[in-house]
């Protein structure tokens, strides 16, 4: 059994954060396990109010998890504060973790704000180094970049200026663009630009979706697949995950977890 680990905020409501990452490892046959960032009072409709955990307790789940089992791979999500990425980034460092994607958890589609303003730099200093993939979409490229990124060209200039950063790859999601007719993201790996697209769902249904793909990408490297194959096969997942999505409460639903399609062998 492989093991990945979800460092994250807790969700409430069950759609997002460490709940849906570690529903997407269980689809995946994977154990998952967690380090809560954060503890979020949030359902369907938004975020009611938060508050960021000790970053040396965070980083006490990590040691906690890593010096007794073998993560295969560990994804990052909501981290809150400056410190809190410090601590992180540190542990992780303590650690052999088979690989690291790190999604920039900074504003929910709900507009609310998951990141202190003053943490935004400490992404660049302390995780981005560490990350085999970074799960920007178009609203925390802009963030990290300080420059509008509204369209396909943009994405992809975002996507290479951010591998200079420091990561080993970068996904720009581009879901946040509603005036195109497909969900189109771009894929850099410091080499090869890819234009990753999928039919844009007609669903309200998408809260959790960018936890959802950065904890199936994790799967699919912990399962052995290469940085390509594990992007491509988390955006099929999560784009099947959307078609069978459902309603839940007054606001938006989610994609539904699925038994995911075992990965092949870890080729591009």
């Known amino acids: 059994m492989r093991v990945a680990l979800t460092i994250a905020g807790s969700d409430s409501g069950g759609g997002a954060g460490i709940q849906a990452d570690l529903h997407t490892f269980a689809a995946h046959g994977l154990h998952g396990t967690s380090a809560i960032t954060a503890i979020t009072a949030q359902n369907s409709q938004g975020v009611l109010a938060w508050s960021a955990v000790e970053p040396a307790l965070i980083a006490s789940q990590i ?51 998951l990141l202190d303003p003053s943490a935004e730099r400490a992404y660049v200093e302390f995780l981005l180094p560490l990350a085999d993939v970074l799960t920007p979409n178009v609203f925390e490229a802009e963030v990290l970049l300080g420059r509008p990124v509204r369209d396909a060209d943009a994405m992809r200039r975002a996507a290479r200026d951010l591998c200079a950063m420091g990561p080993r790859s970068v996904l720009v999601k581009g879901g946040g663009i509603a005036a195109s007719p497909v969900a189109l993201d771009v894929f850099f790996d410091g080499t090869e630009m890819l234009d990753l697209a999928a039919p844009r769902l007609d669903t309200p249904n998408t809260h959790g979706t960018g936890c959802t793909l950065s904890a199936a990408i994790a799967s699919r490297l912990a399962l052995g697949e290469s940085l390509v194959a594990a992007v491509r096969g988390a955006k099929a997942y999560l784009t099947e995950g959307l078609r069978r999505s459902y309603s839940v409460g007054h606001g938006r639903g989610c994609p539904r977890p699925h038994q995911a399609v075992a990965p092949g062998p870890a080729t591009g």
């Open 63 to 113: 040691d906690a998890v890593a010096s007794d089992m073998a993560v295969a791979a560990a994804k990052t999500g909501m981290l809150a504060t400056s410190a809190g990425i410090e601590a992180v980034a540190l542990a992780l460092r303590r650690h052999a973790i088979g690989a690291l994607v790190v999604d920039p958890v900074m504003v929910a589609r709900s507009g609310d704000r």
